[in-house]
């Protein structure tokens, strides 16, 4: 995970409270996701709206806005099927920054997001965070960017931890985003059955299923993509 907080722009200030009712009243939502809602979300609040007429960047297809939202957790923690909820109900893409309370009174925050394409019917990936770092911790201010879009996505890829990659569109950091854990449960499960096997010639045919798998995952996480088969730099 990393640790990184951004600071967002004075000019794109809402600062709406919602009501969690808004979020279960008028869906589909379970029993046990409403329960989640009340026990979990102290409050929400609408932060920010980044659009062109309040940071200057024009929107995209993809992203012709980006909400911040910020949660604040009555315990540890919010679970991230509240967050998909949220994300659900809103058409554009939202980032969230979820607050706690721990000993002392002292304050807690991390920031989360999943890649999202705007749309009636949103598509929406995994969700990246930071670490929780003190509230109080110094922001960075956000990476340069020509566009609504491409500000989402860099901001996306430093959660995930992913590199960036220029031109990446946000369907792209999603897919790259699901492969790589996905690999990555691979490569586990590769390894805990290597420690285990006791035969030679099944150790060395994980060993090369293991490496194979390893290179795929240096390739979704290099910053460039791969040349083709046959090609020459």
Same mark, same amino acid.
């Given at each position: 995970?990393?640790? #990184? ?7 794109? &200030? ?10 279960? $009243? ?7 996701? &409403? =329960?989640?809602?009340? /026990?979990?979300? !102290?409050? @929400? ?21 980006? +909400? ?7 315990? %540890? %923690?919010?679970? =991230? ?15 969230? $920054? ?10 807690? #925050? ?6 999202? !394409?705007? /749309?009636?019917?949103?598509? +929406? ?7 929780? +770092? ?5 922001? &960075? ?19 995930? /931890?992913?590199?960036? &990659?220029?031109? =990446? ?17 691979? @490569? ?10 006791? !035969?030679?010639?099944?150790?060395? =045919? ?7 798998? +390893? ?19």
């Amino acid at each position: 995970m990393t640790e #990184v907080l951004y600071e967002w722009p004075a000019a794109a &200030r809402f600062g709406r409270a919602i009501p969690k009712t808004k979020f279960y $009243e008028h869906g589909k939502v379970s029993n046990a996701l &409403r =329960e989640r809602f009340v /026990g979990e979300v !102290q409050r @929400i609040a609408w932060a920010y709206k980044l659009a062109d007429n309040t940071v200057n960047l024009p929107g995209t297809v993809a992203v012709p806005e980006l +909400q911040v939202f910020q949660l604040e957790a009555k315990g %540890d %923690d919010i679970h =991230e099927s509240v967050l998909a909820a949220i994300d659900g109900a809103v058409t554009t893409p939202i980032v969230f $920054e979820i607050t706690r309370c721990v000993h002392h009174g002292k304050r807690e #925050v991390r920031v989360v997001a999943a890649p999202k !394409q705007a /749309g009636s019917a949103p598509k +929406q990936g995994s969700y990246s965070s930071t670490t929780w +770092q003190p509230a109080r911790a110094p922001r &960075r201010s956000l990476p340069a960017a020509l566009d609504l879009g491409s500000l989402y996505v860099a901001i996306v890829e430093s959660l995930s /931890g992913l590199p960036a &990659r220029p031109g =990446e569109a946000v369907s792209d950091v999603a897919d790259r985003l699901t492969s790589t854990r996905k690999l990555q449960r691979e @490569i586990d499960a590769l390894q805990r059955k290597l420690r285990t096997e006791p !035969q030679f010639n099944r150790k060395v =045919e994980l060993r090369r299923a293991l490496t194979a798998k +390893q290179q795929l995952l240096a390739d979704l996480t290099s910053p460039t993509t791969s040349p083709a088969p046959g090609t020459k730099d």
